[in-house]
């Protein structure tokens, strides 16, 4: 990566945290059940019959509702299992949401299904429709920054290689998160949409 473009991440990474700390628990709450009923009329997701969903942390949209619908609609659910020190992720499949509650924490804070778990991997039972994307900044082109560690640019990749269709890219942001234009290099996955808050009073990064 070009120190220029790794510098510019790491300025507007630093900002938008800076930005979401000033966002109330009420406003998180509004804009993220704003997006759950965008998500649910969506056609590529009322289409999409095997969904990766990411559990989301306090700093992004609520995912809560959406896991909730999927089982409500009967689709298959993955979420992601990193591995820590490496950029290596899979999409493990979820059985119920019951589940949630009992998912072990990382040692970044989030829910995932314990290494020694055997579940279901989607790229080896055929793969994805549907894949939310979570990050720190987007722009209207489908530019991504994510938290610097490559997870769903390598698995988005694998996913080129192993699938014979491509599975829809569609990113959740607060209107904070959306920026006129994010910084990205070569390996940077571009992703299909991002949905957030189109009120023409937001604020930009």
Known sequence: MAAAVRG???????E???RLRAVSAEERRRQSHLLTQKVLSHPQYQKARR?????SMPDEVDTGAIVHDIFQQGKACFIPRYQPGSSHMDMVRLTSPDELAALPRTSWNIQQPGDDEVREEALSTGGLDL????????DTQGHRLGRGKGYYDAF??????????APYTLALAFREQVCPYVPVDEGDMRVDEVLFDEDPASPTC
């Open 16 to 18: 938008l945290k800076q």
């Open 156 to 165: 988005l990749r694998r996913c080129l290689g192993q699938q014979p269709a």
């Open 131 to 138: 894949i939310f994307m979570p990050g720190l900044g987007f």
């Open 51 to 55: 969904v990766s969903i990411f559990l």
């Open 8 to 14: 510019a991440k790491q300025r507007l990474r630093a």
